[in-house]
């Protein structure tokens, strides 16, 4: 299945939640917190 996302938005997605880890209390926090941000899916 190809990939709804471009590999730079992809890039940014997982960048913000390196930067932004420790602001949450588990690392799923910030996955779903920045891909809300982003108007993404957290399971993409």
Known sequence: MPSK????????????????????PSEWAAITAVSKRLGMTAET
């Open 5 to 24: 996302y471009d590999p730079e938005t992809r890039a940014k997605a997982v960048r913000l939640v390196l930067e932004h880890r420790d602001d949450y």
